[in-house]
């Protein structure tokens, strides 16, 4: 499985990058913001796009809205991760068209199968 | 034709003739008898008395004639009367002056004519005549007959006009008697002698005595003085004496005894005159009946009496003079000093009033005497012991002919009154400044507070609202309308909903946004509830506006630094959490075992930090009522098999059995069902956490009424007493130790009642140190018929 993933921080990087590629064997692009996301996704052509929500400059929703514009991956799946997760702002990424919210702190030794799982299941359920 | 020319004395003679009062007057048998004797005895068709005045001659009496009156100047008598003698014309039309006369030339064709002068006061006011259609002439006989008879028609004239003036004169008698008999008092003169020797009295003696005037007369039947009440015959004398001796009029009150028995009170007013050698000659007088009046005063005596207040005439003369004419006994309480000593001079009184407050008295009633206005007016009154009491007196001024004003009034003491009205003002000052540190208070709080009738709409706003809205005070005046316009668009709904309820509820309780004239936003916060007026039983609605705008900007700031601090928290929190849990999973490599030991507690002390963090968040939430609840039915079974699935790994860490017992089938419950497995975890964790190994923790849940009650057991150490009171609390623990050992951020519980009662229900617990816990609550049941 090919997994976009958009996070500023590098710490997180480094874990989720452990958690995804060494525990779960999936290929992973990892970017630093959104425009490095838009000058490798097409390139990529991940499954799934897996998005923090704050970032500097380009903010997860913004990223997620450029990247959908891009030839082939308007319907790639896309996955939010947040450490502010209020109960609005969950529905006003789902409604950005993410399949799933993901809270901060995640358990990165379940984060692989969970994926997988937002991956099997109709599009529909959140 | 000759007119007949005036004579020289025409003035005098016409005043002679108005004043026989004869002009004009209707026909009289003494006069119309003579008339018609001369017809008979001269044998003439027309005889008149014929009165000459100014413009024409008027018939007293006329016989063979229908005219009563023809014009002076073709009159025959108007020559007539121009000298003594007999005026006789035997042939009109012979006779230059009166052939072309209208009386000769037509009817009633006279030929003949002759005029005897009547003479009244050396005047000749008219004529006795004789006129004829025929040509003729009188006898020397005839004449001395026409005179005669003009001699005794001026007798009957002077006659009739003494008659007039005897008829006159006894229609004035009878004016006067009547008058005298209308006078209300009775007047005489006597001699100066002890039995009152009436040389004359009038007759309205008799209604007061009993008996005539003509008794008195003289003493004829009885004197003047046996009709004096004896008890008052003495003082009556001796003041008389006294009178007379220092030449004074005198005025008296005494009775008189009435021949009925009864006893009349009289009030007499005499004097005596005296000859010239300075004896006295009489006593005239003047004798009132005052009887109705002296029963009067008895009666405002015993009226007045029974006042607390004096009744009192006050009059003041030009000269500053004044007098208390009249004042009822009361007097004596109030100034100390009786009606009596004040009668002829006020000073007295004046001299009992308070000093500070007889500047303000005088002025006040020199302004009553000079615009004839009621006086009132509240003073003080000292007594000989200097206590000070406080009056207050009205009175209506009347101006007297002598130039004087008398006052009709009534003086109050008010003392008690005034007191408590001083009190009173007293308190009203001390509210007055309450208020005043109220509006102060609430304008520096921005708190102002409103009035609203439900009937008419009225809105009353007090200073602060007006600053809080904008509006300039002066220039605005509060309505329901002006307040419904400063309503935010978006708000406008939750107002009305709030203003709905507290029609049912009475109470109005709602924040919303204002927007400002001069278009800024504030929020504010409006508290309100409805009364009713105990005035007029009215409902009115009253409350409380306090501008809270900055309230909400500071609530908007720690919503965002909450909102930012979680975020900040939790992005190195992830790093930690997600290094350290990939480290203890081994997959990445084995570790010492002393390493694995220290990593290992800072996993869990990181998951710690990641619970406490979300529990600050729910708590913050549930505090600022933000945590938003999905309440929907919930089967009650589903519920409690989903949070014993959740929990089965935890449980099994501790080595305890989570156990269900079977529910009821279709029971359900109204809840968030987020917020109900939050509440259930944190319950089935304490328990798990706290129960011994290979013990179980037991999940119930039972009907109730209205509720569906669920309860979480253990048998573990139970919850120590002390704890027991506090352990709602937030962050209450029983202690560090245990808190190192169990985990959990002290939140928990606190979370747990929070949400519980958020959505309608109870949470409790029955512990016993060492005998285990059960923790329940209860949540609105869904009724199966619905």
């Not at chain 2, 009424?705 to 623990?733: C, K, S, T, W, Y």
Request: with cysteine.
């Amino acid at each position: 499985m090919r997994i976009l993933h958009v996070e500023d921080d590098e710490d997180i990087r480094a874990v989720t990058e452990i958690a995804l590629v060494q525990l779960s064997g999936f290929q992973l692009c990892s970017c630093d913001s959104g425009a490095m996301a838009l000058s490798l996704a097409q390139a990529f052509q991940p499954d799934l796009m897996l998005l923090d929500v704050m970032m500097p400059q380009m903010d997860g929703l913004q990223t997620l809205a450029a990247l959908r514009r891009l030839p082939g991956l308007a319907a790639v799946p896309a996955v939010f991760m947040t450490a502010r997760l209020q109960d609005a702002e969950k529905q006003q990424y789902l409604n950005a068209g993410a399949i799933a919210v993901l809270e901060k702190p995640f358990d990165p030794l379940t984060l692989g199968q969970q994926l997988q799982q937002y991956l099997s299941r109709p599009a529909a359920d959140s | 034709m000759q007119a007949p020319i005036t004579p020289a004395n025409e003035a005098q003679r016409l005043q002679a003739l108005q004043a026989l009062k004869l002009l004009d007057t209707a026909a009289e048998p003494r006069f119309d008898r003579l008339t018609r004797l001369v017809q008979q005895c001269l044998d003439c068709p027309i005889v008149l008395i014929s009165l000459i005045d100014e413009q024409r001659q008027w018939f007293k009496s006329r016989q063979g004639l229908e005219a009563c009156e023809t014009p002076r100047d073709i009159s025959f008598c108007g020559h007539a009367i121009l000298t003594d003698q007999l005026f006789e014309i035997s042939d009109a039309r012979l006779d230059p002056s009166f052939a072309d006369n209208p009386l000769v030339t037509a009817a009633p064709f006279i030929r003949f004519y002759a005029g005897a002068p009547l003479t009244i006061n050396q005047q000749r006011i008219g004529t006795l005549c004789l006129i004829a259609p025929e040509p003729r002439q009188l006898t020397p006989q005839q004449r001395q007959n026409l005179r005669d008879f003009a001699d005794a028609v001026e007798q009957e004239i002077i006659d009739r006009l003494q008659e007039q003036a005897e008829q006159e004169l006894k229609a004035s008698r009878d004016q006067y008697q009547a008058l005298v008999n209308n006078i209300p008092g009775i007047t005489y003169r006597c001699q100066a002698d002890p039995n009152w020797t009436m040389l004359y009295i009038s007759g309205s003696i008799d209604p007061l005595s009993g008996y005539p005037a003509s008794d008195f007369i003289q003493n004829k039947l009885r004197s003047y003085a046996s009709v004096i009440y004896p008890p008052d015959r003495e003082r009556l004398e001796q003041a008389v004496a006294q009178a007379i001796a220092q030449r004074h009029s005198w005025t008296l009150q005494y009775r008189v005894q009435h021949r009925d028995g009864s006893l009349r009170w009289v009030e007499e007013r005499g004097q005596a005159e005296y000859d010239d050698t300075g004896q006295v000659r009489y006593l005239d007088g003047f004798i009132l009946d005052i009887n109705a009046e002296k029963q009067l005063k008895q009666q405002l005596l015993n009226l007045t009496a029974h006042l607390p207040g004096v009744v009192y005439q006050y009059q003041q003369w030009p000269d500053g003079r004044a007098a208390f004419p009249y004042a009822s006994a009361a007097l004596k309480r109030i100034y100390g000093v009786t009606p009596e000593q004040v009668k002829a001079d006020a000073t007295p009184v004046f001299a009992a009033i308070h000093e500070e407050d007889l500047a303000g008295l005088a002025s006040s009633i020199e302004h009553s005497r000079q615009q004839l206005l009621e006086w009132r007016h509240e003073y003080r009154v000292k007594d000989l012991n200097g206590k000070v009491a406080w009056m207050a007196g009205n009175a209506t001024p009347e101006a007297m002919p002598d130039g004087s004003v008398l006052w009709h009034g009534y003086i109050q003491d008010i003392t008690a009154s005034k007191q408590s009205f001083l009190a009173l003002q007293q308190a009203n000052q001390q509210l007055q400044l309450a208020r005043e540190r109220l509006d102060t208070a609430s304008e520096l709080a921005l708190i102002g507070f409103w009035q609203a009738s439900l009937k008419t709409g009225e809105l009353w706003w007090s200073p602060a609202i007006f600053q809080i809205f904008g509006f300039d005070e002066a220039n605005t005046t509060p309505s329901v309308a002006l307040f419904k316009s400063t309503l935010h668009p978006d708000d406008r709904q939750k107002v009305a909903l709030s203003e709905q309820q507290a029609l049912i509820s009475g109470i109005h309780d709602v924040s919303h946004r204002i927007i400002r004239p001069d278009g800024s936003i504030r929020w504010v916060h409006e508290r309100a509830r409805i009364v009713t007026d105990a005035d007029n039983q009215e409902r009115i609605m009253v409350g409380s506006v306090q501008d809270i705008t900055e309230r909400v900007q500071l609530q908007q700031l720690k919503d965002e630094f909450i909102a930012t601090v979680s975020h900040e928290l939790r992005t190195p929190l992830t790093v930690i959490k997600g290094a350290l849990s990939l480290v203890n999973s081994g997959q990445l490599g084995v570790l010492p075992a002393a390493s694995q030991k220290l990593l290992v507690a800072a996993q869990q002390n990181s998951e710690r930090l990641a619970h406490l963090i979300n529990d600050l968040l729910d708590m913050e939430k549930l505090v600022a009522g933000k945590m938003p609840f999905l309440r929907q039915p919930l089967q009650v079974q589903a519920q409690l098999a989903q949070a014993v699935h959740e929990l089965e790994p935890f449980a099994a860490q501790y080595q305890v059995q989570l156990e269900v017992t079977p529910v009821e089938s279709g029971l359900q419950l109204w809840a968030d069902s987020l917020r109900l497995q939050q509440t259930l975890a944190n319950l089935l964790s304490n328990a798990i956490k706290f129960s011994k190994p290979n013990s179980r923790v037991q999940l119930r849940a039972k009907p109730l009424a209205e509720h569906i009650r669920i309860e979480v057991e253990d048998n573990g150490l139970g919850i120590p007493e002390a704890f027991q009171a506090r352990i709602f609390e937030r962050f209450a623990q029983a202690d560090t130790e245990q808190r190192r050992q169990k985990g959990g951020t002290g939140l928990g519980l606190a979370i747990c009642k929070a949400l519980i009662e958020q959505m309608g229900g109870e949470i409790g617990f029955q512990s016993a140190a060492g005998q285990g816990t059960l923790f329940y609550f209860t949540l609105p049941a869904v009724n199966a018929d619905k």
